[in-house]
């Protein structure tokens, strides 16, 4: 009987130990979250930001408050589980399909779980803060780590349908605002969140350029005091239509890079911002709100006219020098007819409104810079002199 053979040096050897594994394995395309789920994961992350923006409204509007447990942390803390949950589950009905946890995270989401961690951790030491030192005031809310920590974990929460969307190969550059929608929903949860943060300097959170609130000024102060807190007051405010002009044109520029802005992304983007940061004050100057929306649909109009895109970058330079005067421009002059004049000299609300068109250009240049030359010409060789004769370096 023959002894059966034995493998041979080449089945054996090193190189198929060293094999390759299967091609068809190692080639398979990362799991992919499909477009219900990212607009589920949008749609509960609007429950986390909308149950923030309560809770900044309760402390703004019931000043005694004086412990962690209210409801407004519950609408809050809830629309976080609920997310995570999302999240998590959806990672873990992958799992068998994929074969190990990494490949189980759709694309997009591994920033999301981190996400999901820091804000829990953020969370329990914002409670322990809490229960330690008290509730926060005013602008410390706003600056306190713990909250800080909830800002960053929160972030990378709500951007997970926008990079899943970005990865996506099948979304090509023109693509309509229905397919987009989770995208959209997500960058608009986002700049809305960072306004949230600096919500002390957003024109359409107070109303500081009136005239009548001037005249406030000039009342509550001495002759002696009124000069220098008026110049304080300019001195925040301008800052603050440059910074809010970031916040709300930034995240255009970002959706430009991968995609033609739909139609109504702009409206949504803006407006909904804008909408946010007075419903803070529980709609105590509503008219700011409405001007905001006003600009926004003017903004949206400049968008659909300019067509702007990274292919022709003097539409895309206009649409950014040119919007944030627009919409300020409707600010000013809303406020200006509404209360019978401007508090700002006609230099420094227009100085402010430049500024604004100025920073959101210079976003756009570093976002949008000029195409490198694919072919550079070689420089000479370095020559150093030496003795009667020249040596190459």
């Given amino acids: 009987?023959?002894?059966?053979?034995?493998?041979?040096?080449?089945?054996?050897?090193?190189?198929?130990?060293?094999?390759?594994?299967?091609?068809?394995?190692?080639?398979?395309?990362?799991?992919?979250?499909?477009?219900?789920?990212?607009?589920?994961?949008?749609?509960?992350a609007a429950w986390l930001i909308g149950g923030l923006f309560l809770d900044g409204w309760a402390h703004?509007?019931?000043?005694?408050?004086?412990?962690?447990?209210?409801?407004?942390?519950?609408?809050?803390?809830?629309?976080?589980?609920?997310?995570a949950a999302w999240i998590c589950w959806s990672v873990w009905t992958r799992r068998r399909a994929a074969g190990s946890?990494?490949?189980?995270?759709?694309?997009?989401?591994?920033?999301?779980?981190?996400g999901v961690a820091v804000f829990l951790a953020s969370g329990i030491g914002d409670m322990s803060w809490h229960l330690a030192f008290g509730i926060e005031r005013d602008i410390a809310a706003l600056l306190s780590p713990t909250h800080l920590g909830l800002f960053a974990g929160g972030f990378l929460i709500v951007t997970a349908p926008l990079r899943s969307a970005w990865a996506d190969p099948g979304l090509g550059r023109r693509v309509g605002l229905?397919?987009?929608?989770?995208?959209?929903?997500?960058?608009?949860?986002?700049?809305?969140?960072?306004a949230f943060m600096f919500q002390y300097l957003h024109p359409v959170n107070e109303n500081v350029v009136s005239i009548g609130h001037?005249?406030?000024?000039?009342?509550?102060?001495?002759?002696?005091?009124?000069?220098?807190?008026?110049?304080?007051?300019?001195?925040?405010?301008?800052?603050?239509?440059?910074?809010?002009s970031a916040l709300l044109f930034a995240p255009l520029l970002f959706l430009l890079r991968r995609w033609q802005a739909p139609v109504g992304s702009a409206a949504i983007v803006l407006g909904v911002q804008c909408v946010l940061m007075q419903a803070l004050t529980g709609f105590v100057d509503d008219g700011l709100a409405v001007l905001g929306l006003i600009g926004a649909v003017a903004v949206?109009?400049?968008?659909?006219?300019?067509?702007?895109?990274?292919?022709?970058?003097?539409?895309?330079?206009?649409?950014?020098?040119?919007?944030?005067?627009?919409?300020?421009?409707?600010?000013?002059?809303?406020?200006?007819?509404?209360?019978?004049?401007?508090g700002w000299k006609a230099e420094v609300w227009g100085g402010a409104m430049v500024w604004s068109g100025l920073t959101v250009l210079a976003l756009a240049m570093v976002m949008f810079p000029p195409a490198v030359p694919t072919s550079l010409p070689t420089p000479p060789p370095e020559r150093s002199v030496g003795g009667d004769e020249a040596s190459i370096v």
């Fill in 300 to 342: 949206e109009g400049l968008l659909v006219a300019l067509r702007p895109s990274p292919t022709s970058l003097w539409r895309l330079r206009a649409l950014c020098a040119i919007g944030p005067v627009v919409f300020w421009g409707i600010y000013f002059g809303g406020v200006g007819l509404h209360d019978g004049g401007l």
């Fill in 101 to 114: 946890w990494r490949a189980s995270v759709p694309a997009g989401y591994g920033l999301g779980l981190a």
């Fill in 1 to 44: 009987m023959r002894s059966p053979s034995k493998p041979s040096v080449a089945a054996t050897g090193p190189s198929a130990a060293s094999a390759p594994a299967d091609p068809a394995r190692s080639a398979a395309p990362p799991a992919r979250m499909t477009w219900r789920g990212d607009l589920l994961t949008a749609l509960l």
């Fill in 60 to 83: 703004s509007t019931r000043p005694q408050l004086e412990t962690f447990f209210t409801p407004w942390h519950a609408v809050f803390y809830s629309g976080f589980a609920a997310t």
């Fill in 214 to 244: 001037g005249l406030f000024l000039s009342e509550d102060f001495t002759t002696f005091q009124y000069p220098y807190v008026h110049r304080l007051a300019i001195e925040a405010g301008v800052p603050g239509f440059v910074l809010s």
């Fill in 178 to 194: 229905g397919r987009l929608l989770p995208a959209v929903l997500s960058l608009t949860l986002a700049s809305s969140l960072t």
